[in-house]
């Protein structure tokens, strides 16, 4: 079953905060955060392990409440650069050791505008 | 370019026709994927290769047949398909956890109408 990520569009100016979250039905073993631009491919922006760590990436951050089964993205101080869509993509315990196997989310469009 | 190369770029189909998408990656990665982009649905897993071997056919329809000679290359080949298989198919490779690597690197995807 698909990860509900939300919401599902913001818009923001330069320099504000965002917080994009991604919420599971089921335990999960990992996170993963993409962005894609349109007419690009999506680009792996960080993973989140089960143990609740908080990861960073630049002005980009992001937490995994394993119990919850949530992930949250944050984006600080936002630039133009930042826009696209973003996905989660889910990974539950019982992928193939060698490979990962992610459901994704139905993305959430950001767009920063000057 | 991402690492992995996926060809063509576009293309258009006539239901009756074979044609086949092309993926390739120089990362070392050892385990590639093929996955489905529809307008306003998420992607969607269709198959997984971990090593050259398929580990995970997401109950897709038989007109679409992978192969995956070695690891650094990945093919679809497609036979009558109908118009709701109209969609940006996507490549995809990564490492082991183990490898310290993590995440997928995707491919610029295949833009596909089958008319």
């Known amino acids: 079953q698909q990860p509900v990520q939300s919401p599902q569009a913001v818009i923001l100016r330069e320099g504000e905060d965002a917080v994009i979250n991604c919420s599971s039905s089921k335990a999960l073993y990992s996170v993963h955060w993409y962005r894609q631009k349109h007419g690009e491919a999506p680009v792996f922006l960080m993973i989140l392990l089960k143990g609740g760590e908080q990861k960073g990436h630049d002005k980009i951050s992001a937490s995994f409440n394993e119990k919850k089964q949530q992930s949250s993205l944050y984006l600080t101080a936002s630039q133009l650069s930042y826009s696209g869509t973003y996905f989660c993509?889910?990974?539950?315990?019982?992928?193939?050791?060698?490979?990962?196997?992610?459901?994704f989310g139905k993305g959430t469009k950001l767009s920063v505008i000057p | 370019e991402t690492g992995v190369t996926q060809t063509p770029r576009h293309l258009v189909m006539g239901m009756t026709n074979k044609k086949s998408l092309k993926c390739e990656q120089h990362l070392g990665h050892n385990a590639m994927y093929w996955y489905k982009q529809s307008a306003k649905k998420p992607l969607e897993l269709m198959f997984v290769?971990?090593?050259?071997?398929?580990?995970e056919n997401n109950s897709v329809p038989s007109r679409f047949s992978p192969e995956c000679p070695n690891s650094s290359h990945l093919f679809l080949h497609l036979h009558t398909l109908q118009p709701e298989d109209s969609a940006l198919y996507l490549c995809?490779?990564?490492?082991?956890?183990?490898?310290?690597?993590?995440?997928?690197?995707f491919g610029s995807g295949t833009r596909l109408t089958v008319v």
């Open positions: 995809a490779s990564s490492q082991d956890y183990g490898q310290g690597n993590y995440g997928y690197t």
């Open positions: 993509g889910t990974e539950d315990p019982y992928s193939g050791a060698g490979s990962y196997q992610l459901t």
């Open positions: 290769y971990n090593f050259k071997e398929q580990t």
